[in-house]
C-alpha cells in the first residue's frame, strides 16, 4: 500500500513538473506589417469615402504601433488619438466604444479613464484571429467616435480573410 502512494506521489509530482515546464514556453499569434499595413489603409480608405480625413495606428497584442496612416488634412490631433484608441483596445481586448459607454453607465468602469494610455473614445477595435487578440486599430479624426469605429469595423471586415 506504502509503496502504490509513493509511486502515485513521485508520477503525480512528475506530472506537475512537466505540465509547467510546458508552459514556460508560449507560441502566440501576432499580426504582422502587412496586416497592419493593410488595416490601417482600409480604415483611411473607408472614412474618405464618407468624407472624413482621418488617421489609422495599428498596434500588435503587446500595444507596439505597427502601422500608422493618416489622411490628407486628417489634424494633427488624430495621430494620438488613433494610438491611444488602439491601445487601449488592444490592453483592453475590448472596442474602445463599448468601454466608453460601460464607463458612462457604470460607475465602477468609470475609473478606467485613469489609466495611464487609455483613452475612452469609439475608434477602437480589436483585431481577433480567431479568438485571439492579435492587435488593435484605432481611427480618429471622424466627427464622433462612433463613426471612427464604423471605418473600423469596415477595415477590420475587408481582411477578416486575412486573420485566420
Known amino acids: 500500500m506504502r509503496r502504490t502512494f509513493s509511486s502515485a506521489l513521485v508520477l503525480g509530482l512528475g506530472l506537475i513538473a512537466s505540465a509547467s515546464h510546458a508552459q514556460a514556453v508560449r507560441v502566440e499569434k501576432n499580426m504582422s506589417l502587412e496586416l497592419a499595413n493593410q488595416i490601417a489603409a482600409q480604415s483611411v480608405a473607408a472614412c474618405a469615402a464618407d468624407g472624413y480625413a482621418v488617421t489609422a495606428t495599428v498596434v ?23 494610438r ?13 466604444l463599448a468601454m466608453m459607454e460601460g464607463a458612462q453607465k457604470n460607475p465602477g468602469a468609470a475609473n478606467l479613464v485613469h489609466i495611464p494610455g487609455y483613452l475612452l473614445l ?13 492587435g488593435a486599430v484605432g481611427i480618429a479624426g471622424a466627427p464622433g467616435g462612433h463613426l471612427d469605429d464604423k471605418c473600423g469595423q469596415a477595415a477590420l471586415a475587408k481582411v477578416q480573410g486575412l486573420l485566420k
Open 60 to 82: 500588435d497584442r503587446a500595444g507596439t504601433v505597427r502601422a500608422v496612416q493618416r489622411a490628407d488634412n486628417a489634424g494633427p490631433h488624430t495621430l494620438e488619438g488613433s
Open 84 to 96: 491611444l484608441k488602439a491601445f487601449t483596445s488592444a490592453s483592453a481586448k475590448n472596442n474602445t
Open 122 to 134: 469609439g475608434g477602437g477595435l480589436p483585431v481577433k484571429a480567431g479568438d485571439e487578440v492579435i
